[in-house]
């Protein structure tokens, strides 16, 4: 079974940064998309970034705006997000996901964690 376990969350400053990780069990992690979701109070779940096996990423622009950096280290069996710059429109839970091939709905991995909290104070 894999599992997903998100960290890295917490309250900060608007303009300040996180860096949110995902740690994967499993074995076969480096032939996994990774995804990186959020969502707010009474919004739906939206797509933030994902990276495929071979590194190449895609990105929610209207969400990351260029402020946000996802990356892998297979060695770790972590995923990243790096946020920079942050804004009170930012707060959410933070959802990583793992599938086959990399998708913009969660529902297109296989697996998820239960998400990271991340609030950021005006």
């Known amino acids: 079974q894999v599992q997903l376990v998100e960290s890295g969350g917490g309250l900060v400053q608007a303009g300040g940064s996180l860096r949110l990780s995902c740690a994967v069990s499993g074995r076969t992690f480096s032939s996994y998309a990774m995804g990186w979701f959020r969502q707010a109070p009474g919004k739906e779940r939206e797509f933030v970034a994902a990276?495929?096996?071979?590194?190449?990423?895609?990105y929610n622009l209207n969400a990351a705006q260029g402020r946000f950096t996802i990356s892998r280290d297979n060695a770790k069996n972590t995923v990243y997000l790096q946020m920079n710059s942050l804004k009170p429109e930012d707060t959410a839970v933070y959802f990583c996901a793992a599938g086959r091939v990399v998708k913009t709905t969660i529902s297109g991995y296989d697996y998820r964690g239960q998400g990271t909290q991340v609030t950021v104070s005006s």
């Open positions: 990276i495929g096996w071979s590194g190449g990423t895609t």
